[in-house]
């Protein structure tokens, strides 16, 4: 395995980065700042640095006028956001392996790491890029009938350039899946680019999709390349997107149909070749009776349909799942604690996990808080108490309080969630707002809800 260093000021990227290549067996160090760094440098040799484009102590080029002449050769992948991918453009390709736009996976990291790697035992020679048969991102654990009939999805449709939607409930990992479709694909070598429709207003997220020209409106004060430009030659994952607006629906339908668009105040028409993974956990087909998507879009995106399984519904996984979380966060927290009695281990697989891998992975970061001993209990796992499901209310031959049971009701789904009120209120079957306003008509309060901190 190979001796990495990973630059950059932002220190729980780095833990993660470094805990990721220590899995796989590399030996890894971080460094926050360029002067940290040719401390590293000096102590030790490297096979492989990863650089932010900029610290606080100065450029990149400072650790590439560092790496010049080393003995033997030592490879550079740039790191770059919005704000420095100038600087890294500005690079030499002979000195830089490649530049990695942020935000990025680690799995996307990794993939870049090892076609360096391979670069570098060549001395120089740049190879093609490695295809592989099966990817599987770090937190992609599984063996189970259901999870097997994803992979094998993602096979089929990797290598076509066909559309495809995923579809499952918040927490499955939809991004992952998204990610293995594009790095077993022939577009593995260009970028992979992530939009959360849902995170962004209106007008941010054409913005963003689209980009800008300078004074295109108020604050623009330079230009601004859009995620659509971003990807061209490569594939761009829209999160949620469910949550477009029917205006910016029509501008998306427009790339696909005749692969070009305009940045926000200019006339002038972008080329771009982009392939289109799109994720939603709400009803594509509900929502087109509604009005509310483009049965033309729709069609145009959904080629093929990869739907997500809960993890209620993979037998088997959890276990796995537990125990990668288990030693991912006592190694983090440098706790030795290496299992699960019994009793914690049969809670875990009763529990029906409506936030899914997310929810599992944030028990048990809890449960290895909380553990004192060497093996996790089911106290330390704090999951609220299911009760059992019924098919109907049953009244009490004495009557009961209409507002008493609702309000049990909704306490009851706000427990079940780990009081995520987005998750309760599709367990009820009502908005978010609706859910709001009755959270607030019966005074029900959480510690962990901004209003009540």
């Not at 770090?138 to 993602?154: E, L, M, Q």
């Amino acid at each position: 395995m190979s001796t990495l260093l990973f630059v950059d000021p932002d220190k729980d990227l780095g833990s993660d980065v470094a805990y990721f290549f220590r899995g796989i067996g590399h030996t890894i160090e971080h460094a926050g700042d360029f002067t940290s760094a040719f401390s590293l440098l000096d102590r030790q040799r490297f096979d492989l640095v990863i650089s932010a484009a900029k610290a606080e102590d100065g450029s990149v080029r400072l650790l590439l006028e560092r790496l010049r002449g080393a003995k033997p050769p030592v490879v550079l992948i740039v790191t770059a956001d919005t704000e420095t991918v100038e600087e890294a453009a500005g690079l030499s390709e002979r000195d830089v392996f490649n530049v990695l736009r942020k935000p990025f996976s680690i799995p996307e990291l990794s993939f870049q790491c090892r076609r360096a790697l391979e670069a570098g035992r060549v001395q120089g020679e740049m190879p093609s890029p490695a295809r592989e048969s099966a990817y599987q991102p770090y937190n992609f654990i599984g063996s189970s009938p259901a999870i097997k009939k994803v992979f094998k999805i993602v096979n089929k449709v990797a290598g076509t350039g066909a559309n495809v939607i995923i579809t499952g409930e918040t927490g499955t990992g939809k991004e992952l899946v998204a990610g293995a479709v594009h790095y077993n694909s022939p577009r593995a070598e260009g970028s992979f680019v992530r939009v959360n429709c849902a995170a962004l207003p209106e007008q941010l997220l054409e913005s963003e999709l689209f980009g800008y020209e300078k004074g295109a409106f108020t604050g623009a004060d330079r230009l601004r390349v859009g995620r659509f430009e971003q990807a061209d030659g490569g594939t761009i994952f829209l999160d949620e997107v469910a949550d477009m607006s029917l205006f910016t629906q029509a501008k998306v339908l427009r790339v696909i149909q005749e692969k070009e668009f305009e940045r926000l105040g200019s006339s002038r028409s972008i080329k771009t070749d982009v392939r289109i993974i799109s994720a939603t956990n709400k009803s594509l087909n509900e929502l087109m009776q509604q009005g509310l998507f483009r049965e033309d879009l729709y069609y145009r995106l959904n080629v093929v349909t990869v739907p997500l399984p809960p993890l209620r519904e993979r037998h088997g996984d959890i276990g796995l799942l537990a125990q990668f979380f288990l030693k991912k966060y006592s190694s983090a927290m440098n706790k030795k604690v290496g299992g699960f009695t019994a009793e914690a281990l049969e809670r875990l697989q009763r529990y029906s996990w409506p936030g899914n891998i997310r929810e599992l992975e944030n028990t048990l970061e809890r449960a290895v808080l909380m553990a004192e001993g060497a093996s996790v209990a089911p106290e330390d796992l704090q999951l609220p108490e299911e009760k059992a499901a019924l098919s109907r209310v049953i009244l009490p031959a004495s009557g009961i309080s209409l507002e008493e049971a609702e309000k049990d009701l909704i306490v009851q789904a706000l427990e079940r969630c780990a009081y995520v009120q987005k998750e309760a209120a599709r367990l009820l079957g009502i908005s978010g707002r609706v859910l709001n306003y009755k959270i607030k008509r019966f005074g029900i309060t959480h510690p962990n809800w901004k209003q009540n901190r």
